[in-house]
């Protein structure tokens, strides 16, 4: 999972090629260490919510950071099992196909804190607090708005949630070329949803602030984490989007 440095306002983070790693590690020992199997989870926790998950792996007697993970917190619960992992694992995340109850739902998910369960299969049942990281946003006054502006075979259900690169990825009726460029982005959910709320929030650190709006879908409510250079317009409560993103999960409980 990459760290969203567009979306949350932190890209004073940047130095040249690379991360300001003196930064990195004033928060690592500042971060709460989470154990987990065969690691820990070290999380520091900013003003607005944003949480900056170190990864890391014991490598004979020393600390590995084997990955960084950025979520928000919040208020916007699902309950949810899993289907199938996908991607490429990483250390200490995995990211899952997932469905509710009545399997009506499907969607993809990047779970941190992931290894401090003991399973995750399809027995399982997860409580996951939820939000995601819009790729890209089109903002729209209404729904009625979106469906006149979109003929219907390309239009999206309003509140679904659509794992559309994955379903690709694997549609056989494919050349193997165009299935191979969907599976690069596989985790990209795309969603249409009205928006309930939308707040500016205070991150603590050099005066940098992100933005997020709560939007509604079939599974529940879900917090979009982006900052106001990434959309060609002003986002208010009331509006209707189309986003691409990646969806964020925190196990809360099994």
Request: net charge negative; proline share 4%; aromatic share 6%.
């Amino acid at each position: 999972m990459p760290i969203y440095l567009a979306n949350t306002g932190l890209e004073v983070l940047i130095k040249g090629p690379s991360l300001d790693e003196e930064q990195l590690l004033t928060w690592l020992r500042e971060a709460k260490r989470i154990p987990a199997q065969q690691g820990a989870y070290y999380s520091k926790l900013f003003d607005s919510g944003l949480e900056l998950v170190f990864r890391s792996v014991k490598q004979d007697s020393d600390l590995e950071i084997a990955g960084l993970d950025m979520h928000m917190s919040g208020r916007c619960l699902w309950q949810a099992k899993p289907l199938a992992k996908v991607g490429i694992g990483e250390p200490l995340l995995v990211s899952l196909l997932m469905t509710n109850a009545d399997e009506s739902s499907a969607f993809i998910i990047d779970l941190i804190h992931a290894a401090t369960l003991e399973r995750i299969d399809e027995d399982s049942s997860l409580s996951l607090q939820v939000c995601a990281f819009p790729q890209s946003m089109d903002i729209y006054d209404s729904r009625a708005s979106y469906e006149s502006a979109v003929e219907g075979p390309a239009r999206l259900d309003d509140r679904k949630l659509l794992p559309f690169n994955y379903i690709m990825a694997r549609d056989e009726s494919l050349e193997q070329a165009s299935r191979d460029r969907y599976a690069e982005h596989e985790k990209v959910m795309v969603l249409a949803a009205p928006v309930l709320k939308v707040e500016k929030r205070e991150h603590g650190f050099k005066g940098t602030s992100c933005t997020v709006a709560t939007v509604a879908t079939e599974m529940g409510h879900l917090d979009l984490v982006f900052s106001e250079s990434q959309l060609s317009r002003v986002l208010e409560k009331g509006h209707y989007v189309v986003c691409s993103c990646i969806i964020s999960g925190d196990v809360l409980s099994e």
